[in-house]
């Protein structure tokens, strides 16, 4: 079983920033991709970013929306993954979750999310 829980959501003003991290345990050699995806208030849940491979292999992926504002990296030595945060915008408020799946697999281990509030 893989165990996931993230941290460091909170309430933050347009142009702010924030750091959310995603605690990983139990069985996580075979998790070879961590993303982070997000559900607004009313809408369906998106992929934010993702962080792919092994060891010091690190592939990442950002959609349109966070480019160049959000930032995901893994620490390898506290088996977690984080999503910095930059000039957020009210559209970005919603509960963020880290999630993890297999190479070959689907997003099977999930958190239990995080809300992240940007308002003034």
């Known amino acids: 079983q893989v165990q996931l829980v993230e941290s460091g959501g909170g309430l933050v003003q347009p142009g702010g920033s924030l750091r959310l991290s995603c605690a990983t345990s139990?069985?996580?050699?075979?998790?070879?991709?961590v993303g982070w995806f997000r559900q607004p208030p009313g809408k369906q849940r998106e992929l934010v970013a993702t962080?792919?491979?092994?060891?010091?292999?690190?592939?990442?992926n950002y959609a349109d929306s966070v480019k160049g504002r959000f930032t995901i990296s893994r620490d390898n030595a506290k088996n977690t993954v984080n999503l910095e945060m930059s000039s957020l915008k009210p559209e970005d408020t919603a509960v963020y979750y880290c999630s993890g799946k297999s190479r070959q697999g689907q997003y099977d281990y999930w958190g239990q999310g995080t809300q992240v509030t940007v308002s003034s």
């Open positions: 962080i792919s491979g092994f060891g010091s292999i690190a592939y990442t």
């Open positions: 139990g069985s996580i050699f075979n998790i070879y991709t």
